[in-house]
């Protein structure tokens, strides 16, 4: 192993404010899990997210997909469509509820949940007694998934759409911001995200749903004197402290945004033109935070260098890179489920490698990277 410094995937960026939040927090005692700071990371995220959206901060991106389901009406026993190119932070809600988690196959151009196979998946439940009961597509690696067709389909069959946002704060289509498509959208607030509030996360909805999953979220305690509760809840909120960090790192997101496409930039002007190489490019229209850099490699264009021949040869100058994520519908624990699609999730998974992609990575470090990808590449 190398004796370099380690350059990570992607690491967490303070700003310089997120302290001074903190510290108004512990000079006011606000250390108990509400207070001013989460209702300020909350209205932050609403105005930043779009107009009519409401915002509930969450203790992660995970209990916000829980929360959602939920809220939608999901029970033990229905299906949920969701798709199966993600981490499993988006289908293990499913089951917390006793649902079933139904995947589908992604689509080339976003590498996101395929319209062609949700329709398709749809139709065959129906089909079979089963119509599902919500649709969780994912805005993967910050790009944003087909949303006009994936709605379109969505309302002609009344399902509703819960929108897993966790990576793509910032990313937008014709300027509609992620976390406003769906009927509720999840973010995700994690340690590698694009900002952080060390752990945490959000849901984003209507004002009925924003409130309703804070009730929920705080042990969904009724009001009374006591400690009465109607309904089982969750203690899913977001802490002060955390929240002062969020609304830190609120303040930098443009920056964040900015910094991790000036990196995307970099590895494509440097290898855009190399065999075998390939990026993920936005469409018309669409516009990605670039939270990470991926790209795919071709072995019968690199003389049978695959994507773990680069994985191998960066982990041993110390440089922390990723596989994409392995689908969902591929993993032990969802080895039973239904899968409707035609490999393209499979192929990404083989030859895809996630790129360091940290906002705070320096010219030295991009120089380091570059050396050990040409050694494989060129």
Known sequence: MSAKPKIWLSSPHMGGKEQEYVNEAFATNWIAPLGPHVDGFEKDLANYIGSGIHVAALSTGTAAIHLGLILLGVKAGD???????????SSNPIT???????????????????????EEAIKDRISKGKKPAAIIPVHLYGMPAKMEEILSIAARYEIPVLEDAAEALGSHIHGKMCGSFGEIGSLSFNGNKIITTSGGGALTGNEHYAAKARFLATQARDAAPHYQHSEIGYNYRMSNVCAGIGRGQMEVLADRVNQRRAVYQAYWERYKDTP????????????SNRWLTTILINPEQTGGKTRETLRLALDAENIESRPLWKPMHMQPVFADTQFYGDGTCERLFERGLCLPSGSNLTQEDLQRIFTAMDAVLK
Do not use: H, K, R
């Open 276 to 287: 075998g190489v390939q990026f993920l490019a936005e469409p018309e229209g669409y516009y």
């Open 79 to 89: 299906e949920v469509l969701c798709q199966s190119f993600t981490f499993c932070g």
């Open 96 to 118: 917390y509820i006793g649902a079933v988690p139904v995947f589908v196959d992604s689509e080339p151009d976003t590498w996101n949940m395929s319209p062609e196979f949700l």
